[in-house]
């Protein structure tokens, strides 16, 4: 059961433009929201986080957007830059864990 | 601070053969967490410790796979016997605690079972 999902395997935006990327969950148990980006051959590195009680948190060209009655969380980029290009994903903490969801590939478009 | 520090970067072995992944975590972080990822399913995590003690388990998918992490510098993932479905690339994490930055990876070892 994947209690963090990301719906879409893959993105594509133009440069300069913004960059939207989504994520549901199922657990209410959850306290902490991350996205972390992950480049070919790294390990995933942390980019933002949002708290449970926060419905956002802003990063520079990052904001991240909690909708908890919906279970939904995004992720914005404004502007877009061809160093986005990378694997996005979304994972929430509960009891000192971090469960991540499948990823979104994210390509952006000079 | 090195980061942590996963070795060996990538692993091809035969089916059958013992494998051995190692991990140095950051020093002074007292949780360590290993991870693996595979398409279908992302990153998954195995098992996690905390001030070198096993906390949690139950993402460790088989009796196959165990984890050991002897002191606060290094900790192991072996697969015994290994099989062509654990080809993936397991990532070992640590934390000092207190989630809202997560954690910080290593690069992974990209493990190949042929």
């Known amino acids: 059961d994947q209690q963090v999902k990301q719906n879409s395997p893959s993105l594509s935006v133009q440069e300069g433009r913004i960059s939207i990327l989504n994520c549901d969950y199922t657990?209410?148990?959850?306290?902490?929201f991350l996205w972390y980006k992950k480049y070919p051959a790294e390990g995933p590195t942390f980019l933002i986080s949002?708290?449970?009680?926060?419905d956002k948190n802003e990063d520079g060209r990052f904001t991240v957007f909690l909708n908890k009655s919906a279970k939904h969380l995004s992720l914005h980029i404004v502007p877009s830059q061809p160093g986005d290009s990378a694997v996005y994903f979304c994972a929430a903490s509960a009891f000192e864990k971090l469960t991540f969801g499948t990823g979104t590939r994210l390509t952006i478009i000079p | 601070d090195a980061g942590v520090i996963q070795s060996p970067r990538h692993e091809v072995t035969e089916m059958g053969q013992e494998v051995t992944l190692r991990c140095k975590p950051i020093?002074?972080?007292?949780?360590l967490f290993w991870y693996r990822q595979t398409m279908m399913r992302g990153l998954e995590l195995l098992i996690y410790f905390n001030n070198n003690v096993p906390i949690d388990d139950s993402g460790m998918p088989e009796d196959r796979f165990s984890a050991k992490m002897p002191n606060a510098s290094f900790s192991t993932l072996k697969i015994q016997p290994s099989e062509p479905r654990d080809s993936a690339v397991y990532f070992c994490?640590?934390?000092?605690?207190?989630?809202?930055?997560?954690?910080?990876f290593g690069s992974g070892t990209r493990l190949t079972v042929v």
């Open positions: 020093s002074g972080h007292d949780y």
């Open positions: 994490a640590s934390s000092p605690g207190g989630f809202s930055k997560g954690y910080t």
């Open positions: 949002i708290s449970s009680i926060k």
């Open positions: 657990n209410s148990m959850f306290d902490y």
